[in-house]
């Protein structure tokens, strides 16, 4: 059972633009969301995190939308450059205390010079 | 962001034998620390919890006396793949946890790609 999704396999995006990443999850019981970024053989990279409390967090170029009734939320790279090319993970963890992140399958972003 | 590291980056082993991977958070305790394991295109997937000073919690369908795990101070978890075998070639991914902003953030070390040969 798949509770984060990532519909997207990949994206490809012009330099410049604006680049829509999308998350859905089923678990109800989600309150903390954070994306990550990965390039090939490394570690994820924390990018930016939202709590269920609040809709919207930005942090320089990079915004998170979070829509609770929808079960959805979104990253938005603006202006996309081309070291954004990566994969991104959404990851949701629960007010459980264990900590535990659940990972989506990623989505391969490609941006377009 | 906080810092983990991951040691060795990459090993080649031959079957049968045993390798241990460090993980550390170097500039902040972690009482909690994280492995994971990612196959090829695929997410990563969660093998177990490592917590200072009490037995890892290990996921469902991890083999705790194959992936033994110590997490003998609050800056270093080990995990150690005991008789390694060519099914157990992929790359390992630590994290730690730092409380940010009222809940904890997981920062992630650099991974360890392990060979079986």
């Known amino acids: 059972d798949q509770q984060v999704k990532q519909n997207s396999p990949s994206l490809s995006v012009q330099e410049g633009r604006i680049s829509i990443l999308n998350c859905d999850y089923t678990?109800?019981?989600?309150?903390?969301f954070l994306w990550y970024k990965k390039y090939p053989a490394e570690g994820p990279t924390f990018l930016i995190s939202?709590?269920?409390?609040?809709d919207k967090n930005e942090d320089g170029r990079f915004t998170v939308f979070l829509n609770k009734s929808a079960k959805h939320l979104s990253l938005h790279i603006v202006p996309s450059q081309p070291g954004d090319s990566a994969v991104y993970f959404c990851?949701?963890?629960?007010?459980?205390?264990?900590?535990?992140?659940?990972f989506g399958t990623g989505t391969r972003l490609t941006i377009i010079p | 962001g906080a810092v983990v590291s991951q040691h060795p980056s990459r090993v080649i082993c031959k079957s049968g034998t045993s390798v241990k991977i460090e993980c550390r958070s170097l500039d902040f305790q972690a009482t909690t620390m994280f492995w994971y394991r990612q196959f090829p295109k695929k997410s990563l997937m969660l093998m177990a919890t490592s917590n200072e000073g009490s037995k890892a919690t290990y996921e469902q369908g991890v083999e705790k006396d194959k992936f033994l795990i110590n997490h003998a101070s609050l800056t270093l978890s080990t995990l150690t793949v005991t008789s390694a075998h060519p099914e157990d070639s992929s790359f390992y991914i630590c994290?730690?946890?730092?409380?940010?902003?009222?809940?904890?953030?997981?920062?992630f070390g650099p991974g360890t790609r392990l060979l079986v040969l």
């Open positions: 939202i709590s269920s409390i609040k």
């Open positions: 678990n109800s019981m989600f309150d903390y």
């Open positions: 994290s730690a946890t730092e409380r940010l902003a009222g809940r904890e953030t997981q920062y």
């Open positions: 990851a949701a963890s629960d007010n459980s205390g264990n900590e535990k992140l659940t």
